[in-house]
Nanobody
Framework: QVQLVESGGGLAQPGGSLRLSCAAS????????MSWARQAPGKGLEWVTG????????YYADSVKGRFTISRDNAKNTLYLQMNSLKPEDTARYYC?????????????????WGQGTQVTVSS
C-alpha cells in the first residue's frame, strides 16, 4: 500500500531553516509528481510547492517563493523541502502528497495520497 512518511519538523527561530523529508513507498515514486502542502491552525489546506515526476521543473506558492526549495531523489524514493528564512506565518503542519500524474498542480483533488504530516513551528 502507498505510504508517505514525513519527518524533519520542529521548532525554528524566525530567519532559521529546516529541512523536511518525505519517505515514499508502495508505488513507483519516479512516475508521479509530488507536492508539499500545509495547514496552519484554524486555516484551510494551502498548497506550497510541487515538483515534476522526473524533477525537471518545480512550482511554488508566492508566499514561499525564494525561501523554500523542493527536490526529490528518485533513487531513494524521497521528497524534500528545504525551508530557509522562516517566518512565524510558516507555522503549520506540513504534508507531502502523491500526484495523480507527472505534473504537479495546486488543487487538492490532483493528489490521491497524503502523509500524516510533520509540525513546523516558527517562534522566538
Amino acid at each position: 500500500q502507498v505510504q508517505l512518511v514525513e519527518s524533519g519538523g520542529g521548532l525554528a527561530q524566525p530567519g532559521g531553516s529546516l529541512r523536511l523529508s518525505c519517505a515514499a513507498s508502495g508505488f513507483t515514486f519516479s512516475s508521479y509528481a509530488m507536492s508539499w502542502a500545509r495547514q496552519a491552525p484554524g486555516k484551510g489546506l494551502e498548497w506550497v510547492t510541487g515538483i515534476y515526476s522526473d524533477g525537471s521543473d518545480t512550482y511554488y506558492a508566492d508566499s514561499v517563493k525564494g525561501r523554500f526549495t523542493i527536490s526529490r531523489d528518485n533513487a531513494k524514493n524521497t521528497l524534500y523541502l528545504q525551508m530557509n528564512s522562516l517566518k512565524p506565518e510558516d507555522t503549520a503542519r506540513y504534508y507531502c502528497a502523491k500526484g495523480r500524474s507527472v505534473v504537479p498542480g495546486p488543487r487538492s483533488d490532483e493528489y490521491d495520497y497524503w502523509g500524516q504530516g510533520t509540525q513546523v513551528t516558527v517562534s522566538s
